[in-house]
């Protein structure tokens, strides 16, 4: 395997430039004493500024289609850096690059697998989802499994999956705040983390998806300025050099060349080996299963359009997560390793500990101008994508499980019991299936029960994320993707694609990747039986990988199909046949 060490240049041909590169840095600090004002200004003008785009967006309409869907008037180009603001999250910005800056080649990996994930997105989902859903992922199976069951087992798993990521985003905030304040007290984290939820639910029940999405696209302008300036500053640091930029890393890792090297942190045993092909797996499949994600696809007009806006963020995440690897390096290089992990045992707050060393050091006016504008940075990105993540949980449960699933009135013909009639079940027509309940529930009410879920899932996101303190936020995301891929990926995919899927099918598919994952991460290292896990005084873990993906994954593909061959109720061709006209051609699409 090629490793980054073949592309070093020699020790004899940098000599010179070795003499004005700074090898050994002070450790790095927190701004102290009036500086700090500056940065919590710079933080109150992206909440203020927030808060003024919901206020002023949020009066613009309360019908269900601009609550959920934002008027489905966005173009490509806006939904793009909306959708690369919704993806690139905490464990991007913060999480990716302190991995790197941790571990090297392995951290490198998170990247590669992030952007890869993309691919996956646009070739199997983008345009089929938009044509074929209206606001959910239980949408698309609703058009040809019409049963409250598969609404409510969607829906949950989509609120399960967006729950993680929130935790996510919430750890990423805390870790970032307590650094700014100087302090390591958890009383820091708690507050910063509480207020990360109060702002979500405001910015979800006043502003709903046209607000989202107007924050994660002055997010993404944000962050991707911010990435550029730190990454052309550490470029001229290193005089253009970046051979000489990853011999200082190694040099600074405390592993030496092996920093640069496969195995640093997934290399040392055939359990880490396989968690790392169980993390790959996680972020290559997770994305085209990730909630937020696929309910921009029906922010937009035409199928058309959702294609070419994901053109859009695959060319924003791309080049992000090349310069996140410039990062990454530079602060290990700049920094050292165990500076990094001293300041966040999780490598959490690297990229703000570089912009400190970049723009003169700590006690330096530029270093902590720019420490608190990445930092304001850093904050905004967090703020963009847990709205995104909070409007499409209470999506979810208000419009697959509050009014798809429990508001629903069954059919008369879902009240026979009799094995024949359950068999007729399956083929009548739409207007007399479950579904047409759904439109017995107002829009007003669907939009109210979502605004009223915002404040439940942001209080519970609260409480687990008071836990979670000590976790590497990409490292956490990695979690949620594999949730995502294990639970809602297989059954999309055999909607999509399968002719025979039946309704058991759906549902077993839905909690046969959904509860293994779960499981398997309650009785994982992550839990219990390590110094970093949630409870470090336990140890009840069995399970030895830290992500389920390898086992889950699978799982949930198996269970959507043994659901579906042994399934005594077939399904209907004609309803297989509208949803591949509808999400092939947009025929009837909303």
């Given at each position: 395997?090629?490793?980054?060490?073949?592309?070093?240049?020699?020790?004899?041909?940098?000599?010179a430039?070795?003499?004005?590169?700074?090898?050994?840095t002070?450790?790095p600090?927190?701004?102290?004493?009036?500086?700090?004002?500056?940065?919590?200004a710079?933080?109150?003008?992206?909440?203020l500024?927030t808060?003024g785009?919901?206020?002023?967006?949020?009066?613009?309409?309360?019908?269900?289609?601009?609550?959920?869907?934002?008027?489905?008037?966005f173009?490509?180009?806006?939904?793009?850096?909306?959708?690369?603001?919704?993806?690139?999250?905490?464990?991007s910005?913060?999480?990716?690059?302190?991995?790197?800056a941790?571990?090297?080649?392995?951290?490198?990996?998170?990247?590669?697998?992030?952007l890869?994930a993309?691919?996956?997105v646009?070739?199997?989902?983008?345009?089929?989802?938009?044509?074929?859903?209206?606001?959910?992922?239980?949408?698309?199976?609703?058009?040809?499994?019409?049963?409250?069951?598969?609404r409510?087992?969607?829906?949950?798993?989509?609120?399960?999956?967006?729950l993680?990521?929130?935790v996510?985003?919430?750890v990423g905030?805390?870790?970032?705040?307590?650094?700014?304040?100087?302090?390591?007290?958890?009383?820091?984290?708690?507050?910063?983390?509480?207020?990360?939820?109060?702002?979500?639910?405001?910015?979800?029940?006043?502003?709903?998806?046209?607000a989202?999405?107007?924050?994660?696209?002055?997010?993404?302008?944000?962050l991707?300025?911010?990435?550029?300036?730190?990454?052309?500053?550490?470029?001229?640091?290193?005089?253009?050099d970046?051979g000489?930029?990853?011999r200082?890393?190694?040099?600074?890792?405390?592993?030496?060349?092996?920093?640069?090297?496969?195995g640093?942190?997934?290399?040392?045993?055939?359990?880490?080996?396989?968690?790392f092909?169980?993390?790959?797996l996680?972020?290559?499949?997770?994305?085209?299963?990730?909630p937020?994600?696929?309910?921009r696809?029906?922010?937009?007009?035409?199928?058309?359009?959702?294609?070419?806006?994901t053109?859009?963020?695959i060319?924003?995440?791309?080049?992000?997560?090349?310069?996140?690897?410039?990062?990454?390096?530079?602060?290990t290089?700049?920094i050292?390793?165990?500076?990094?992990?001293?300041?966040?045992?999780?490598?959490?707050?690297?990229?703000?500990?570089?912009?400190?060393?970049?723009?003169?050091?700590?006690?330096?006016?530029?270093?902590?101008?720019?420490?608190?504008?990445?930092?304001?940075?850093?904050f905004?990105?967090?703020?963009?994508?847990?709205?995104?993540?909070?409007?499409?949980?209470?999506?979810?449960?208000?419009?697959?499980?509050?009014?798809?699933?429990?508001?629903?009135?069954?059919?008369?013909?879902?009240?026979k019991?009799?094995r024949g009639?359950?068999?007729?079940?399956?083929?009548?027509?739409?207007?007399?299936?479950?579904?047409?309940s759904?439109?017995e529930?107002?829009?007003?009410?669907?939009v109210?029960?979502?605004?009223?879920?915002?404040?439940g899932?942001?209080?519970?996101?609260?409480?687990?994320?008071l836990?979670?303190?000590?976790?590497?936020?990409a490292?956490?995301?990695?979690?949620?993707?594999?949730?995502a891929?294990?639970?809602?990926?297989?059954v999309?995919?055999?909607?999509l694609?399968w002719?025979?899927f039946?309704?058991?099918?759906?549902?077993?598919?839905?909690?046969?990747?959904?509860?293994?994952?779960?499981?398997?991460?309650?009785?994982s290292?992550?839990v219990?039986?390590?110094?970093?896990?949630?409870?470090?005084?336990?140890?009840f873990?069995?399970?030895?990988?830290?992500?389920?993906?390898?086992?889950s994954?699978?799982?949930?593909?198996?269970?959507?199909?043994i659901?579906t061959v042994?399934?005594?109720?077939?399904?209907?061709?004609d309803?297989?046949?509208e949803?591949?006209?509808?999400a092939?051609?947009?025929?009837g699409?909303?």
């Amino acid at each position: 395997m090629t490793t980054l060490t073949s592309i070093v240049p020699t020790d004899a041909a940098k000599a010179a430039l070795r003499t004005v590169v700074t090898t050994a840095t002070p450790p790095p600090v927190a701004p102290t004493g009036d500086h700090h004002s500056l940065a919590i200004a710079l933080f109150a003008v992206v909440v203020l500024v927030t808060l003024g785009v919901t206020l002023w967006v949020g009066r613009q309409g309360n019908a269900a289609e601009d609550f959920f869907a934002g008027g489905r008037d966005f173009t490509p180009l806006q939904n793009g850096f909306a959708l690369s603001g919704d993806y690139l999250s905490a464990a991007s910005f913060l999480g990716v690059a302190g991995l790197i800056a941790l571990y090297g080649y392995d951290g490198v990996l998170y990247s590669i697998g992030f952007l890869v994930a993309w691919l996956v997105v646009l070739m199997l989902v983008a345009e089929l989802v938009r044509n074929a859903g209206r606001y959910t992922l239980a949408d698309v199976l609703a058009l040809r499994l019409r049963r409250r069951k598969v609404r409510a087992a969607a829906g949950g798993a989509s609120v399960v999956v967006t729950l993680l990521y929130l935790v996510a985003q919430m750890v990423g905030a805390g870790s970032l705040v307590a650094l700014l304040l100087g302090t390591g007290s958890p009383h820091a984290r708690t507050w910063t983390i509480m207020a990360v939820g109060a702002l979500m639910i405001v910015y979800v029940t006043i502003g709903g998806m046209r607000a989202t999405t107007w924050i994660q696209i002055i997010k993404a302008f944000l962050l991707t300025g911010g990435s550029v300036l730190l990454t052309v500053l550490l470029v001229i640091r290193f005089h253009g050099d970046l051979g000489e930029l990853m011999r200082q890393a190694a040099e600074h890792s405390g592993a030496g060349h092996r920093y640069l090297e496969p195995g640093l942190k997934y290399g040392g045993s055939l359990t880490s080996r396989l968690d790392f092909v169980s993390l790959g797996l996680a972020l290559v499949l997770g994305t085209a299963g990730l909630p937020h994600i696929l309910s921009r696809f029906y922010t937009v007009p035409t199928a058309r359009a959702a294609r070419r806006s994901t053109m859009w963020a695959i060319g924003l995440v791309g080049s992000f997560y090349l310069m996140a690897i410039v990062l990454g390096l530079g602060a290990t290089a700049l920094i050292g390793s165990a500076e990094v992990r001293h300041a966040n045992s999780a490598g959490n707050t690297a990229v703000p500990l570089l912009a400190l060393v970049l723009g003169g050091g700590n006690g330096s006016t530029g270093g902590v101008v720019l420490f608190a504008l990445i930092s304001a940075i850093a904050f905004a990105t967090i703020l963009a994508v847990v709205a995104g993540l909070t409007l499409a949980s209470s999506a979810a449960f208000a419009h697959d499980i509050w009014a798809g699933a429990w508001r629903a009135r069954p059919g008369r013909e879902q009240e026979k019991r009799g094995r024949g009639r359950r068999r007729r079940s399956e083929s009548v027509p739409a207007s007399r299936s479950a579904e047409e309940s759904v439109s017995e529930v107002s829009e007003q009410q669907e939009v109210m029960v979502a605004r009223i879920a915002a404040a439940g899932i942001g209080a519970t996101a609260i409480v687990i994320s008071l836990f979670a303190q000590q976790l590497n936020v990409a490292f956490l995301v990695g979690l949620a993707f594999a949730v995502a891929a294990s639970s809602n990926l297989p059954v999309l995919l055999y909607s999509l694609f399968w002719s025979r899927f039946t309704v058991r099918g759906a549902v077993w598919a839905v909690y046969g990747g959904l509860v293994p994952a779960i499981v398997l991460v309650f009785f994982s290292p992550v839990v219990s039986g390590s110094s970093e896990a949630l409870f470090p005084g336990l140890d009840f873990h069995w399970f030895p990988l830290e992500n389920p993906g390898i086992v889950s994954i699978p799982l949930g593909f198996l269970a959507g199909w043994i659901g579906t061959v042994t399934s005594s109720v077939p399904t209907d061709p004609d309803r297989f046949a509208e949803l591949e006209v509808r999400a092939l051609t947009g025929a009837g699409a909303a």
